[in-house]
């Protein structure tokens, strides 16, 4: 299995301003995305980090709000740019490898409150 | 289509008691069906999954039920404990041969479990 860490665990941040955060997986994976979950409700794939080249967006995610970068097969980054109060959300990362037993395992989120 | 549609919303069972949830899914190229358990505050962890040649896996005290021709899954939690009581998601993904598409997962809405003691 994959253990996934993520920084910071939570933030409350200024609306117009933009918060970095970062995915650290302890063994390589093929895959890594990026969800986003508004207390209460599901999770909602954001993106797909590739390693190496563009991030891929879901529909209603674009690049220049949600910039993602994935320098390596363990480590990913989400921006979330130019804030509003609704990108208040827990913002996750999953990770996994693909192959006969690919499993897709989740950091513990990062709760973002924007005032 | 690409949703998956999760009932019920919240589900309250006695300790004992078996928990059942239900999912459909529309798009027949969904080959990969896991439920994740999440606690309040913590990421959603992988509980169990199964891919649709299979119509039956049990692991422990949960079990996935299958049925290809009705685009359905459901999770059955047997001996409910008050340790279940979490929030519980079904999700579908395309595993096949790769592509774009490949490991994104589409989640239910979720079913809050409570298991009263």
């Known amino acids: 299995s994959a253990v996934i860490s993520q920084k910071p665990s939570r933030d409350i941040c200024q609306r117009g301003t933009s918060l970095t955060i970062q995915c650290q997986v302890d063994s390589q994976v093929t895959m890594m995305f990026w969800y986003r979950q508004q207390p209460g409700q599901s999770l909602t794939l954001i993106a797909t980090a590739n390693q190496g080249s563009e991030a891929t967006y879901e529909s209603g995610f674009v690049i220049d709000k949600f910039p993602i970068s994935r320098p390596n097969l363990t480590f990913s980054t989400l921006t979330v740019s130019n804030m509003s109060p609704e990108d208040s959300s827990i913002y996750l990362c999953?990770?996994?490898?693909?192959?006969?037993?690919?499993?897709?395992?989740f950091g513990p989120g990062t709760r973002l409150t924007v005032l | 289509q690409q949703q998956v549609k999760q009932s019920p919303q919240s589900l309250i069972v006695q300790k004992g008691g078996i928990s059942i949830i239900n999912c459909a899914y529309e798009?027949?190229?969904?080959?990969?069906f896991p439920w994740y358990q999440q606690f309040p505050g913590k990421g959603p962890a992988l509980l169990i999954a199964?891919?649709?040649?299979?119509s039956e896996k049990k692991e422990g005290r949960f079990t996935i039920s299958f049925n290809k021709s009705a685009k359905q899954f459901s999770l059955h939690i047997m001996d409910s404990q008050p340790g279940d009581s979490a929030t519980y998601f079904c999700a579908a993904s395309i595993r096949g041969a790769g592509g774009t598409s490949y490991g994104k997962l589409t989640f239910g809405q979720g079913t809050i479990l409570t298991v009263h003691p």
């Open positions: 999953s990770a996994g490898t693909s192959g006969s037993t690919d499993t897709q395992y």
């Open positions: 199964i891919r649709p040649d299979v």
């Open positions: 798009n027949t190229a969904f080959d990969y």
